[in-house]
């Protein structure tokens, strides 16, 4: 693999791997901002719940206005507040205290957070605690931010409050703690995911590579190279694709390699021909002059009829070479017998005729049609029989042509399929074997084939088999494994 290559496929890969990952990591930020609003929603309700829950018992109690361990009424807020005080459980993030008057007058024992040693704390709560309103509301101070219950308690003769305050940084700390623990966690999966998709990508992309292999290594001296087909996605149908592509292209090729080098085959001899007689003429000579100018004439004709038949042939793998429609066979029969018996002077027959209608093109399954009828014309002599017709056999419509010629050994058979051959028996009949090849290019046109059967000095029968509907489109062929 060249530098070029490896940097290109790096490249791609990067290119893929980036969006991935980005993707990857905007999802689990999302989904992290998400569950932390979310949560730090629910932890600001908790606080506010758990603080009314404990105005609530201390209403509770001072509506009783009963002291549960003795019985007796409360004497007055003080008392009230040091019974609740020290009923009342509070968190590592909490703490409490009593206000009675103006003045901080008890404080809970036994806990970490103390909120009478913050003096601004202190102040800010005294208005309050000196109101008539159950209050909860969030203060700021140097030392930290709190959320604070304030719960004034009312006697005639004196009034007392209980505040019960936390710590709001220390409540929200196990979340900052588990989205810290969150993100270190999706950083690991997102280098994790990394490690294991970019392998993983690099197999993905080596159809691609492949392709790209198989591509720079075509040229007119090797057209055979194709990419292996892995699997059964997307990238497997595109290989297979390309390698259906490379064919056609190989086709294609090999096809005009193939007329060039039989036009040059073909063309050199009668242009030499011509040439060498022209060279030998004498211009004295009226007589050689008319022989000469006969040989060139015939000679220039058979050069005319093999670049025609070329076309024919070089136009074959072009879409509009047929063009088929529905057409009735007994009248493409009758119609191509009364052409036929014009080509020589033979014993015409008519064995059957089909009536029904066929998918073709008629102009170009005439053409077939009589080019086997010359041919038969050709290596038959005149006393004997040549017989066409036409049947349906199995949803194939079969049209043939029959004589009483020369025949074809059975070896040789194959090689009159071939453009350019023709048997050994047939070399002193005017042609250059391209009439089989055009009839069999407008078959393959139609789906269809060409039978022989031939016997050595009794004659031969060439049929015409194409089929009677139209033929469906192939479907996709799903990639090989």
Known sequence: MTPEADGAKAGLRTRIMLPMILLAALTLIASGTIVAAVQNREIGRAMDDQLMRSAGELRKLADNGLDPATGEPFAGPKELLSTFLSRAMVSQTEGMLAFVGDRVSLVARDVDLRPEHDLEL????????????????SI?????????LVAPVVYPTQQGAFVRVVDVAGEYRQLR?????????????????????????GRLLRPINELRVAADSIDEGDLTSRVPVRGADELASLTATINGMLDRVQRSVEGQQRLLDDVGHELRTPITVVRGHLELVDPSDPADVTQTRDLAIDELDRMGGLVNDLLVLAKAGQPDFVTPRWADLATLTDQT????????????GLDSVAATEAWIDPTRMTQAWLQLAANAVKYSAESTVIRLGSRVHRGEAHLWVADEGIGIPADQI???????????????????GLGLSIVESILAAHSGRLDIESRHGEGSTFTLVVPIAPTPEPATKEPET
Request: glycine content about 8%; hydrophobic content about 50%; overall charge positive.
């Open 122 to 137: 202190v102040a800010a709560l005294r208005p309050l605690a000196l109101g008539n309103e159950v209050v909860v509301t």
């Open 140 to 148: 700021s101070t140097a030392e930290r931010e709190y959320r604070a």
């Open 177 to 201: 703690t588990t989205m810290l623990i969150y993100a270190g966690v999706a950083l690991a999966m997102i280098g994790l995911a990394a490690a294991v998709a970019w392998p993983l990508i």
């Open 337 to 348: 017998f009364e052409k036929a018996r014009t080509l020589g002077q033979r014993q015409w």
């Open 414 to 432: 194959e090689r009159v399929r071939e453009r350019f051959g023709r048997g050994s028996e047939a070399t002193q009949q005017h042609g250059v």
